[in-house]
């Protein structure tokens, strides 16, 4: 695609309490090597930390960077009113932790040429910046950590159910009436499930990647996994039909786990066979996982792979059916195609 036919192109960044990385974050997205226009259109939410003041930095120093507020602070409410205020007809989604390859643009900016695809995403790249991250990283890119998820693990570039944050057209966006905001997590795959309901094509592909900052410790990272299996029962309620064996692992953990505890200290000390092995299995698994990694994140990886399935099962099993209704009831028909 020549240079002058480039599209504009609208970054979108939904931030709450993100003063380490925001100004990495946009830094990366003002130097990518796309010879296209470019804006950047942050939506602020009610942080307590320094976000709003770098934010306004950012702002004075380059004129690309525009903010918007989003005082209820949820994602989704954040990512509309980014929507609204941005002006072009591709629309990127960057967190204020992610930070973008080089050529990500360009490169989802071709792929959309190439495959007719209404959204476009690749590796959420986990990296840490000290062990404890590391080691969430290393369990967070993992197949016994995530399981087959591509936009985790890596794979062939080939349509998907859904992917990582997302490079969309703004038309299918304002036709499906953007993010659902009753979604306070999951709202990804809920808008990507709408868009291949309507007849739209989500496509994956390993060129895309994102560099992606884990959550600090271990009660953030338990915090962020619950929410994500809380929400996605949600999801799975709101969607008949969307739910597949991979979701309904670390719940049946859960609950093999919590019935062989039980079983164990009540009637025989048989019962503590299954999470033994459950012990066993995220321990071996964590060889591989921290392959070439310092010895202090390698140590960690099994307390990151408990802490995100147990939490995510938790979090599933958990997730009141009056969460589903009161979402359910703020459903929309999806738009078919083209209309």
């Known amino acids: 695609m020549p240079d002058q036919q480039l599209p504009a192109v609208s970054v979108i960044m939904p931030v709450l309490n993100e003063e380490r990385h925001l100004r990495t974050s946009v830094r990366h997205i003002l130097e990518q090597e796309y010879a296209g226009e470019l804006e950047v259109v942050i939506a602020l939410g009610p942080s307590t930390d320094r976000t709003d003041e770098i934010a306004a930095e950012l702002v004075r120093e380059d004129s690309r960077v525009h903010t918007v507020p989003n005082p209820t602070g949820r994602t989704p409410a954040a990512l509309n009113a980014a929507i609204k205020a941005s002006r072009h007809p591709i ?10 390859s080089p050529d990500y643009i360009a ?4 792929l959309m040429d190439e ?8 590796i959420m790249h986990a990296e840490g910046e000290n062990d404890w991250e590391k080691a969430v990283a290393a369990a967070m890119t993992s197949k016994i950590g995530v399981g087959n998820a591509a936009f985790h693990t890596g794979g062939a570039a080939a349509p998907a159910e859904t992917v990582y944050l997302g490079v969309f057209r703004r038309e299918v966006l304002e036709r499906l009436g953007g993010y659902n905001e009753e979604f306070i997590r999951a709202q990804d795959w809920e808008l990507n499930f709408r868009i291949r309901e309507a007849g739209g094509l989500i496509w994956f592909s390993p060129e895309l990647k994102v560099s992606y900052r884990p959550r600090p410790n271990v009660r953030a990272l338990a915090k962020q996994y619950k929410n994500y299996g809380r929400w996605r029962h949600v999801v799975a309620r709101y969607h008949q039909g969307s739910i597949n064996l991979r979701y309904l692992a670390a719940p049946a953990a859960v609950l093999a786990i919590a019935v062989g505890v039980v079983v164990g200290a009540a009637v025989t000390p048989w019962g503590l066979i299954v999470p033994a092995g459950y012990v066993a299995a995220i321990t071996a ?9 310092p010895a202090g994140a390698r140590v960690r990886i099994p307390l990151a792979l408990a802490t995100m399935h147990m939490s995510w099962g938790f979090g599933f099993l958990t997730s009141p059916r009056s969460l589903a209704k009161k979402v359910i009831a703020s459903r929309r028909p999806a738009a078919p195609a083209g209309e």
Do not use: F, I
């Open 285 to 293: 698994g964590s060889v591989p996982a921290g392959k070439g990694l």
């Open 115 to 122: 495959t007719g695809a209404q959204n476009v995403g690749g």
């Open 107 to 110: 490169t989802a900016v071709r």
């Open 91 to 100: 629309v990127v989604r960057v967190d204020g932790h992610g930070m973008l």
